[in-house]
């Protein structure tokens, strides 16, 4: 079972590289996407629950360390175990995996089983103020500064060579943030994240200034890479409260770290069936407006970009 999925994965990311640069197999690619979807969701769900992770961290002296944060609120809480325990699954394992989770939305710290039962496999989970998104990241900056993070979402299924990737890459760029996946901004700075393109699956983006990380799809942040503004929690929540992703682009502009994207890009990973799943995309693309292109106006007003 488990080979069905690692071959699947790499078709699935094939397909969606090949769907992009030939719009003719976009139903073909379109159709193959949704049946690993169902497989991963179905089959690969009960492989997982039959054969339990034994320990999902690290066990080895390195000398660099490699934190996995993310965060999950309540309509969410029953299925965040499935990320975490794909991301315990990895062929390079990190040194730690936390899940913020907000102290105002689990005032009893009461969670389900399947997510209790993971904190014996090495997962940390800590209570904090409620940042929404921007959770994700905030607290593991201030809490591990001489650990890399690496940022994940709460409803991915994630491909097992995830984490090894990032790191590879961040070998090679330290001194990059470096992403699974990514958006160009561009031509101009000015320009709204609705204009922005994704990457190209045919094209290298290295040491990219214009390459704004798709955080949940997986991606690295090296340690002290950020501006001391960037854990300004207040200024965060009043410009851009859903857009964290495009409050750390900013931050990496106002401290000149640029963006490395793996080659050839890859889509985002599969998503887990939730009953009623709201993102923060669709949320963002509210009646009345773009709330990513609102937000990044601000930015831009703010930082002067």
């Given at each position: ?23 003719f197999w976009e139903n073909a690619a379109r159709r193959y996407e ?243 799943n709201a993102t923060l995309f669709q949320e963002n693309k509210v009646?009345?407006g773009n709330q990513n292109d609102r937000a990044w106006r601000q ?7």
């Amino acid at each position: 079972m488990l080979w069905l999925y690692v071959i699947g994965y790499r078709l699935f990311f094939f397909g969606k590289r090949l769907r992009k640069r030939f719009p003719f197999w976009e139903n073909a690619a379109r159709r193959y996407e949704y049946l690993f979807s169902v497989f991963a969701n179905r089959k690969m769900l009960k492989w997982l629950e039959k054969h339990p992770v034994k320990w999902g961290l690290n066990s080895k002296p390195r000398a660099e360390k490699y934190t996995v944060s993310l965060t999950s609120f309540p309509a969410r809480i029953e299925y965040v175990h499935i990320a975490i325990e794909t991301l315990m699954r990895q062929s390079v394992k990190p040194d730690r995996i936390v899940l913020w989770l907000a102290e105002s939305q689990f005032p009893d710290h009461k969670l389900p089983e399947t997510l209790i039962a993971l904190q014996e496999k090495g997962l940390t989970i800590r209570y904090c103020e409620d940042l929404r998104s921007h959770k994700k990241y905030h607290f593991s900056f201030l809490e591990y500064p001489e650990d890399h993070i690496i940022l994940a979402d709460d409803d991915l299924f994630y491909p097992k060579d995830t984490v090894k990737r990032l790191i590879k890459l961040h070998k090679k760029y330290p001194r990059d943030i470096v992403c699974m996946s990514a958006q160009i901004i561009g031509p101009t700075m000015l320009d709204v994240p609705s204009k922005w393109t994704e990457a190209k699956p045919w094209r290298k983006y290295i040491s990219h200034p214009n390459a704004q990380a798709f955080t949940g799809a997986g991606s690295l942040f090296p340690a002290h890479w950020y501006p001391e503004e960037l854990l300004n929690k207040e200024k965060a929540m009043e410009i851009a409260p859903t857009a964290d992703d495009l409050w750390l682009k900013a931050m990496s502009l106002k401290a000149g770290v640029n963006t490395t994207v793996d080659y050839p890009p890859r889509g985002f990973p599969v998503d887990i069936a939730i009953p009623n799943n709201a993102t923060l995309f669709q949320e963002n693309k509210v009646s009345g407006g773009n709330q990513n292109d609102r937000a990044w106006r601000q930015l831009v007003d703010y930082m002067i970009l």
